[in-house]
């Protein structure tokens, strides 16, 4: 059909193909003011919608952008708010356990040291002397002694007398001083034991001074992130990040420890359940063993919750104090009693391949050797079993991590292709105005000669049209010349 086409103006290719390509060029040429215009219109048409589209993908981006922002902040208000709540628990049971006691403390440190300070006093006093000693022993030195044996006799006595007195209230003088130096030594244990009672207190105050400079740490970010700061912003994005990224880490961590508590039970599974039956192309064995490891991690999940070190459930954490202690005992005993049975199984794994190693030997006619340490797998498999279910109650902790930094960081990627689909969209408006412009300019291309011809003709006709004007204004002049040589001939006929 398209040969007879080609050749219906003539046999000749060329010639058929020559006519074929005026007429189509004729065509073109007669259609182009059309076509240019349904080129322009249509490029500037898919370049509008473009920029519309575009314009309503902004308003998007910054929806999104809006809402990644609040969340950011909510989650940061929630989390300051956290951390300064545990700040003044700490502050609460630092104030309760060390300076509860600091008032009968103190009343009693008062007591002491006044009753040392008091024995201190007395025990520094001088020594003292009878009354007016100093006088009656000069005196008794001044007494004439004119040989009377009876009156040196009582002079004797009296100076005897001072001197029994004296030395009689010196020694209880000493007495007292020793008896109070003793009470000062007995007491010295007491003082140490009151100087560490002081040093515990010191320690406490600091200890209230470093938590009260976190609670303002905290409430500065807290004031930063109400008032919605950019900086406050960036850095909650930073940390969400970084959140995502390590808890990604150690729950990727977490998939591969239960892959070996997976392939740790798995065969006795086959064994207790049956190996031969299939729910689809997956064996009911392998599905039961998967049960109990998520069984595991539920159960641990549950416990965290009780224990109000993860909020994945909100519920869980309104229970009173009671609810939340009997469901913290219910998951720990499920989560012991799922890791026993675990440990049993892997010990159970642990014969079932001993058995079928001795089978292999059998069958292949060899004698059965018994392994030396075999038990040393068995334990390790068996305490393996029972304390990778408590390995794995922990993921909760990551999983929180990992669910509530996921919403920044979808929120992030959502805005990154809102942001490069807007970037595409007005490339292509563009992209697509400028393709129209190559084909009016292509399309001109094709139909050149024509184009060439009508552009010569328009000259021609250009210059045949100056040449007439500039014509006619000459010979309007010549006419204007002569009638005026005239009208000067005729003046001097008429003087």
Do not use: C
Request: net charge positive; aromatic share 6%.
């Amino acid at each position: 059909m398209m040969t007879d086409i080609l050749y219906i103006w003539s046999e000749s290719p060329a010639v058929s193909v020559a006519v074929w390509l005026v007429i189509t060029i004729t065509v073109l040429y007669f259609g182009r003011p059309h076509a240019h215009q349904l080129l322009r219109n249509t490029g500037r048409a898919i370049n509008g919608g473009m920029r519309l589209a575009a314009a309503s993908i902004r308003q998007l981006e910054e929806r999104v952008s809006q809402r990644n922002r609040d969340v950011l902040l909510a989650q940061g208000r929630e989390e300051t708010e956290r951390s300064i709540e545990r700040e003044f628990t700490r502050v609460n049971k630092i104030v309760e356990r060390d300076l509860g006691e600091y008032p009968s403390l103190h009343r009693k440190l008062s007591d002491t040291l006044q009753k040392v300070e008091a024995d201190y006093h007395a025990s520094t006093a001088e020594a003292p002397l009878p009354p007016a000693w100093s006088e009656v022993a000069r005196t008794i030195e001044a007494l004439p002694k004119s040989g009377d044996p009876q009156v040196i006799k009582v002079l004797e006595n009296i100076k005897s007398a001072v001197d029994n007195s004296h030395r009689e209230t010196l020694k209880a003088h000493q007495k007292n001083v020793a008896e109070r130096h003793k009470i000062l030594h007995g007491m010295q244990p007491e003082w140490r034991k009151l100087n560490n009672s002081m040093e515990k207190v010191e320690k406490s105050v600091a200890s209230l001074e470093d938590q009260s400079k976190a609670i303002d740490r905290h409430m500065a970010s807290y004031e930063s992130i109400r008032k919605g700061d950019d900086k406050a912003v960036h850095a909650l994005a930073s940390s969400s990040l970084t959140q995502f990224f390590i808890a990604a880490i150690v729950l990727v961590i977490a998939a591969f420890g239960g892959l070996i508590n997976f392939h740790l039970i798995a065969l006795p599974m086959s064994e207790m359940v049956g190996g031969s039956s299939y729910i689809g192309a997956v064996r009911i064995s392998d599905v039961a063993a998967l049960v109990i490891i998520l069984l595991e991690i539920s159960m641990g999940i549950f416990l965290l919750e009780s224990l109000r070190v993860t909020r994945l459930f909100p519920m869980i954490g309104r229970m009173d104090d009671r609810m939340r202690k009997r469901m913290a005992i219910a998951a720990f005993t499920l989560l012991v009693i799922f890791a026993t049975i675990e440990s049993s199984l892997a010990y159970m794994r642990d014969l079932l391949a001993m058995d079928r190693e001795a089978l292999t030997q059998t069958l292949a006619g060899a004698e059965v050797a018994e392994a030396q340490f075999r038990w040393i797998p068995s334990i390790a498999q068996l305490m393996l079993g029972f304390f990778l279910p408590f390995a794995l109650a922990f993921v909760a902790i990551p999983l929180e991590a990992f669910m509530n930094s996921l919403r920044t960081v979808m929120g992030l990627l959502a805005l990154g292709a809102l942001r490069m689909l807007r970037l595409v969209v007005r490339l292509v408006g563009s992209v697509s105005n400028h393709v129209s412009k190559m084909l009016v300019s292509l399309y001109d291309l094709f139909i050149m000669v024509p184009l060439a011809i009508e552009r010569m003709v328009n000259r021609i006709r250009d210059d045949h049209a100056r040449y007439r004007s500039e014509g006619g204004i000459t010979g309007s002049h010549g006419r204007k010349d002569k009638s005026a040589k005239h009208d000067v001939a005729l003046k001097p006929r008429e003087a």
